[in-house]
Nanobody
Framework: QVQLVESGGGLVQAGDSLRLSCAAS????????MAWFRQAPGKEREFVAA????????DYIDSVKGRFTISRENAKNTVYLQMNSLKPEDTAVYYC?????????????????WGQGTQVTVSS
């Protein structure tokens, strides 16, 4: 069992930066592929970024490439999402997710564990 707790959300202006953190419980964090999803009001939850257990492989949706960076510190059981040049369309609840195994997926159904989410609001 893995428990995930996100933090770092908030209200910022367009062009600002935020760093989200996701702290995971459990001693096998390094064996999990980690991902960030987001859900805007009235929209379906969408994949944002994912990182392999070693950190050597990452994946991003096109709309955040070059602006967002996913990283992890296995020694701290933590995954991060550095978000730069934020836009109003990035406004959403951001969720951390984990799945056992090495493969990266964009489908939310492939992930076994979820955090409670953290709100990110970007004003124009």
């Amino acid at each position: 069992q893995v428990q995930l707790v996100e933090s770092g959300g908030g209200l910022v202006q367009a062009g600002d930066s935020l760093r989200l953190s996701c702290a995971a419980s459990g001693r096998t964090f390094s064996r999990y592929t980690m991902a960030w999803f987001r859900q805007a009001p009235g929209k379906e939850r969408e994949f944002v970024a994912a990182i392999s257990w070693s950190g050597g492989i990452t994946d991003y949706i096109d709309s955040v490439k070059g602006r967002f960076t996913i990283s992890r510190e296995n020694a701290k059981n933590t995954v991060y999402l550095q978000m730069n040049s934020l836009k109003p369309e990035d406004t959403a609840v951001y969720y951390c997710a984990a799945r056992s195994g090495t493969a990266i997926f964009r489908q939310d159904g492939k992930y076994d564990y979820w955090g409670q989410g953290t709100q990110v609001t970007v004003s124009s």
